[in-house]
Nanobody, 125 residues
Framework: VQLQASGGGLVQAGDSLRLSCLLS????????MGWFRQAPGKAREFVVS???????KYADSVKGRFTISKDNAKNMVFLQMDSLKPEDTAVYYC????????????????????WGQGTLVTVSS
C-alpha cells in the first residue's frame, strides 16, 4: 500500500486549504484513514481519522475547523482545513490502517501501518 499526499502550501491565517491523499496498492474501502501532523520542533500528533463506515474522530485543536471526507470510488481521503492558524503549520501525513476502528485507539501513531510522505502546510500570521 502506498499513500500519496498533496495539497500543502503557504497560506495566511484565516485562509482555507484542502489536502488530498491517494491510496494505491490496496482496497481503499478496507482501510480506516487519517491524518497526523508534525510541527517544527514538536512531536507528531493526531489530527483526525475516518473509519471504513464513516465514523470520525478529531483532535480538539482542529474540531470545528477541519473536516475529513473520503471518496471510495477514487481511493482518496481529503482534509478540508478552514480558519487556519499559524499553529497549524506542520507537515501533514496521511495514514491508513486495516484494523478495527476504535475512537480511543485511533489517535495512536503505532496503530497505523501505512504512512504517506507528508505535505507541508505553512500558515503565516
Amino acid at each position: 500500500v502506498q499513500l500519496q499526499a498533496s495539497g500543502g502550501g503557504l497560506v495566511q491565517a484565516g485562509d482555507s486549504l484542502r489536502l488530498s491523499c491517494l491510496l494505491s496498492g490496496g482496497t481503499f474501502s478496507m482501510y480506516n484513514m487519517g491524518w497526523f501532523r508534525q510541527a517544527p520542533g514538536k512531536a507528531r500528533e493526531f489530527v483526525v481519522s475516518i473509519s471504513r463506515s464513516g465514523l470520525t474522530k478529531y483532535a480538539d485543536s482542529v474540531k470545528g475547523r477541519f473536516t475529513i471526507s473520503k471518496d471510495n470510488a477514487k481511493n482518496m481521503v481529503f482534509l478540508q482545513m478552514d480558519s487556519l492558524k499559524p499553529e497549524d503549520t506542520a507537515v501533514y501525513y496521511c495514514v491508513a490502517d486495516d484494523g478495527v476502528w476504535n475512537p480511543q485507539r485511533t489517535t495512536r501513531e503505532a496503530l497505523y501501518d501505512h504512512w504517506g510522505q507528508g505535505t507541508l502546510v505553512t500558515v503565516s500570521s
